[in-house]
């Protein structure tokens, strides 16, 4: 017996541990749980295929249509409109609320206040009615008669500039806390580096420290404008002429609603995909210099065509 | 009879309750160069930042080239300067940090070349010139288009040499700058320093390097507790002390 248990390791001990093949470990659950998935996904998407309910034939003839393209385009704007409004506004009341000054840091505070604090579609809806409430819109000087332009407040503010007006100063009061989550992010090492050089301090932040911040900055902004633009189909309360107004007004006359909520949500998907690639580029614009940046594009980074990135250190070289 | 690089006068600092500088007077001639040395929380990096204005002081007088710093004299009154006026002074004031503070967005060159293009207004291409001239100059030509990340710290802090450098200062300040290296990269650094203060360059330097203040330093300042212990040549204060709190902490680096 034990001469035979002898003769068995020696003649495995034969071959080198590494010339055995390996048997990688098999996960049957895995399996399993893939199979049901699949089958639950394939059900559903048959179920639609079916449903006679949907009238893709409905979906096919609005996809494209002129109508559900005015609606896009407006959408548009809006979005890029809102989110430089929201963007350019933020960042000053970012500047604002790190300032030393306790005015422009309350006057900053009480902004993100309001704006942060009530809900969009109730800012929507009041933009729109502004005119309920001033029947002109006057600039001068406070607590005189000089006024140097009175103009009717519902010329003024048309449905769209309401809508753009709600929803840029709502997005200012949360870009302003990105932006100032970024800035503070940044080493105070860098300013004073800076300053140690002679720059004064707009040019160290221009310079010096937003370029740095916008590291942090960029992924939530992202978020930031993805939702912005499906939040424009909020402005339908005010019908400012955006995507979904013009496919509720669609459904309003041929009461097709579910089809006509399918044009909208493949257009709104289709757009946020879009909305992908500036930012994946925007990242890599500001990750210059940074460990795992790289000067892959993401796109050869998806195709897997990228191969080892270069080695990053080299120690005491003299 | 010149008036000195640097001259304070009974310079005193506090944050909240805490006194970090309590009276310092210093004088720093055209050309020397001045280490100060001292236990952590001496007050020998306040003093140093003080110097360029990236710390108030609180009383005293700081003086560089007979200029008050972040202060006009008109008078009986101090007038504080404006950020403008203060940036100004700084130009001339090189500074270098302990952990290097290399702006990691840009290549060393672009590092070197940031203030001389924006502060300078310098044309790009002398910018670029003078800048690979001194990244030669620190041993680091052939680094010009490598991130800080790509640097190891030895190479980091000798660009942030290079890039103080750039602004032509007429004095240097130098905030333990070899603190945060590994020791064998600490040479190449002191090597550079060590050329700097052969050409003339006027420095004031917060270091726990003894052996460099004694080789390099015209004047040695040991301080702690916010007050000048003893100061003077530094084959006198670091071999011969004078004073038994200089004694007692050199035992402990040496």
Not at chain 1, 63 to 79: E, H, P, S
Not at chain 1, 216 to 225: A, H, Q
Request: hydrophobic fraction near 45%.
């Amino acid at each position: 017996m034990a001469t035979t248990t002898a003769a068995a390791s020696t003649a495995s001990e034969d071959r080198c541990p590494d010339d055995l093949p390996v048997v990688p470990v098999r996960h049957y659950g895995r399996w399993v749980a893939a199979v049901a998935a699949i089958t639950a996904l394939a059900g559903i998407a048959g179920s639609l295929a079916k449903n006679a309910n949907l009238h893709w034939d409905v979906v096919g003839h609005y996809l494209f249509a002129d109508l559900i393209f005015d609606g896009l385009v407006t959408t548009l704007w809006l979005t890029a409109a809102a989110m430089a409004l929201g963007l350019g506004l933020g960042t000053l009341i970012a500047v604002m609320r790190l300032s030393a000054s306790p005015v422009l840091h309350g006057m900053a505070t009480l902004f993100v206040w309001v704006f942060r604090g009530t809900p969009l579609l109730v800012q929507i809806i009041f933009w729109g009615y502004a005119g309920a409430l001033y029947k002109y819109v006057m600039i001068g000087i406070p607590f005189t008669d000089i006024t140097f332009l009175r103009v009717e407040t519902n010329s003024l503010l048309t449905p769209a500039i309401a809508a753009l007006l709600a929803l840029g100063l709502n997005e200012a009061a949360y870009a302003s806390e990105i932006v100032r989550a970024g800035i503070q992010s940044v080493d105070p090492g860098q300013a004073e580096a800076a300053h140690s050089l002679g720059m004064r301090p707009a040019l160290t932040m221009r310079r010096i420290v937003l370029p740095q911040a916008m590291r942090v900055i960029i992924p939530p902004m992202g978020n930031e404008t993805i939702n912005m633009l499906k939040m424009t189909a909020l402005v339908s309360v005010i019908s400012a002429h955006d995507l979904m107004s013009n496919i509720q007004d669609v459904y309003a006359q041929n009461y097709q609603v579910i089809p006509m909520l399918v044009v909208a949500s493949l257009w709104y998907l289709a757009l946020v995909t879009l909305l992908g690639v500036p930012q994946a580029w925007l990242e890599r614009r500001y990750g210059r210099g940074t460990a795992r940046s790289g000067h892959v594009s993401p796109l050869r980074r998806m195709l897997g065509v990228a191969g080892r990135l270069p080695t990053k250190r080299q120690e005491g070289n003299r | 009879m010149t008036t000195p690089m640097l001259h304070a006068r009974n310079v005193r600092k506090h944050f909240g309750k805490v006194e970090v500088l309590k009276g310092i007077d210093l004088t720093v001639e055209r050309g020397q160069v001045c280490c100060l040395l001292g236990p952590s929380g001496s007050g020998k990096s306040t003093f140093l930042r003080c110097i360029n204005h990236l710390e108030k002081i609180d009383a005293g007088s700081l003086a560089v080239e007979g200029d008050l710093v972040g202060y006009r004299r008109h008078g009986q009154r101090l007038h504080e300067l404006r950020e403008r006026e203060v940036a100004a002074h700084r130009r001339d004031i090189g500074m270098v940090f302990q952990r290097f503070n290399l702006f990691p967005h840009m290549t060393a060159l672009d590092n070197v070349m940031e203030a001389p293009l924006n502060v300078s207004k310098v044309s790009r291409a002398q910018a670029r010139q003078d800048a690979e001239r001194l990244l030669e100059q620190v041993g680091l030509a052939d680094r010009a288009g490598h991130y800080p990340a790509q640097l190891s710290g030895g190479q980091q802090q000798r660009v942030a040499i290079a890039r103080a450098l750039a602004m032509k200062p007429k004095l240097m300040l130098f905030d333990e700058p070899t603190s945060a290296l590994d020791p064998e990269l600490v040479g190449d650094v002191l090597d550079v320093m060590r050329q700097l203060a052969a050409d003339g360059m006027t420095m004031i330097v917060v270091t726990h390097e003894i052996g460099f203040a004694r080789e390099v330093a015209d004047t040695a300042v040991f301080m702690d507790e916010g007050v000048v212990v003893e100061a003077g040549d530094p084959r006198q204060v670091l071999l011969h002390p004078e004073q038994e709190r200089t004694r007692a902490f050199l035992s402990k680096v040496l």
